[in-house]
């Protein structure tokens, strides 16, 4: 069973920082390509970005190319998702997911419950 948990979201003013980190098992970790997911009301769930099971290959929306930065903690079985410069438009909730697939872009199998990033301007 694949199980996902988020942590790190909150209220930053525009052009601060936020990281979110996704906890998943070992398993888990080694055996899925994992990524980064967003919803903001009224608005469809959108790719943000996404990380290989193996090696470092990374994909990005291109509306945080340049500030969000995905990464694994290979120590702690984490996939981390470092935003900076925030803008107001980041504000979503953000949800962790995983796939055999790559790349991460539609419909990932295994879903986060979501943790709330709110950008104020």
């Known amino acids: 069973q694949v199980q996902l948990a988020e942590s790190g979201g909150g209220l930053v003013q525009a052009g601060g920082s936020l990281r979110l980190s996704c906890a998943a098992s070992e398993r888990t970790f080694s055996s899925y390509n994992m990524g980064w997911f967003r919803q903001a009301p009224g608005k469809e769930r959108e790719f943000v970005a996404g990380?290989?099971?193996?090696?470092?290959?990374?994909m990005y929306a291109d509306s945080v190319k340049g500030r969000f930065t995905i990464f694994r903690d290979r120590a702690a079985n984490t996939v981390n998702l470092q935003m900076s410069s925030l803008k107001p438009e980041d504000t979503a909730v953000y949800y962790c997911a995983a796939d055999s697939r790559w790349p991460l872009r539609s419909g990932p199998p295994y879903w986060g419950q979501g943790t709330q990033v709110t950008v104020s301007s």
């Open positions: 990380i290989m099971k193996i090696g470092i290959n990374t």
